[in-house]
């Protein structure tokens, strides 16, 4: 009998854990940003990759306090105007989430959707570590951070 | 001489080795066997605006697929490549790696946290979309 048991465990893990991660995204997009950062651990780390001079919200953050910033700013700065979940690959303590946002710049109002690709690592049923992948030179063209030679 | 081993490799096992097979292969420029890890129609896609740079932009098929490596190499010197992480789950992966390219026209060099994802059939793979800092890049490669 250990083996059915060990199945139906590691379903319900996985079950739990493709909840989580679409309550997490829901959460971002529907600004509920004190949901959104319950599934972070105190100390955890948030990467948006880029150089701050082209992408300005790229760089790290330490801390709740920090990525509740992060986040309050790049929703005043972009309108989400919708999200998706494409896939999810987990193995152990590592979540790879691909996901696509459509939004509308609050600068100049451009609109776009972005392909993204969140590396996360899990503890204690905690984010402890977010590294966000996405194309940085669409975003800084959109922006007008940089123009073609 | 050749031993017989008893050694099996099967499911996400099979699909980590396989990877870091073909990215070394993708380490050494040599595209004809990166490809080789492609299904027939397979895509492979650098995501990003191909007046910034033109490799990125979908390639479908192995010879396009190895033909878009050894332009990347050309562009690119790859002074060293590190796979940070291979993730693998049912049909699904994603590899990290950090890069340190140089680039052959403007000499710069930067280091770059890549992310990959992969989409497999059979253990081949029918769909693999790079992410990374594509803005840097450009400046590096003196595109803007």
């Not at chain 1, 992408?55 to 992060?70: A, F, H, K, M, T």
């Not at chain 2, 099979?14 to 040599?30: P, S, T």
């Amino acid at each position: 009998m250990a083996k059915p048991t060990a199945f139906a465990s590691e379903t319900t893990r996985r079950k739990a854990l493709l909840e989580a991660v679409h309550a997490l995204y829901d959460a971002r997009q529907a600004g509920d940003f004190d949901e959104y950062l319950s599934y972070f651990a105190p100390d955890a780390r948030m990467t948006v990759i880029g150089n701050p001079v082209l992408n300005p919200q790229s760089g790290l953050r330490v801390g709740r306090e920090s990525i509740d910033r992060y986040i309050r700013q790049v929703h005043d700065e972009n309108f989400y105007l919708g999200h998706g979940i494409d896939h999810i690959i987990a193995e152990g303590d590592h979540v790879v989430v691909r996901w696509h946002m459509d939004l509308r710049l609050a600068q100049n109002g451009r609109e776009a959707r972005f392909d993204a690709l969140d590396y996360l690592r899990i503890r204690d049923n905690r984010i402890v570590e977010v590294t966000q992948f996405y194309d940085t030179g669409t975003m800084a063209l959109l922006k007008g951070r940089i123009r073609i030679a | 001489m050749t031993y017989p081993s008893f050694r099996v490799l099967s499911g996400t096992v099979a699909v980590r080795e396989r990877l870091i097979d073909l990215y070394e292969a993708r380490r050494r420029g040599d595209g004809d066997g990166f490809a080789l890890g492609f299904a027939e129609d397979g895509i492979f896609h650098i995501l990003g605006d191909t007046r910034l740079l033109p490799e990125t932009g979908p390639r479908q098929g192995r010879r396009d697929i190895a033909r878009v490596i050894k332009r990347c190499y050309q562009q690119y010197e790859y002074v060293d490549a590190l796979l940070v992480d291979v993730i693998v789950d049912i049909n699904l992966a994603a590899v990290r790696r950090q890069l340190t390219l140089r680039s052959r026209d403007t000499g710069a060099v930067g280091e770059f946290d890549v992310m990959d994802f992969i989409r497999l059939r059979d253990g081949e793979i029918v769909e693999l979309t790079q992410f990374m800092d594509t803005a840097s890049l450009a400046i590096m490669s003196g595109r803007v």
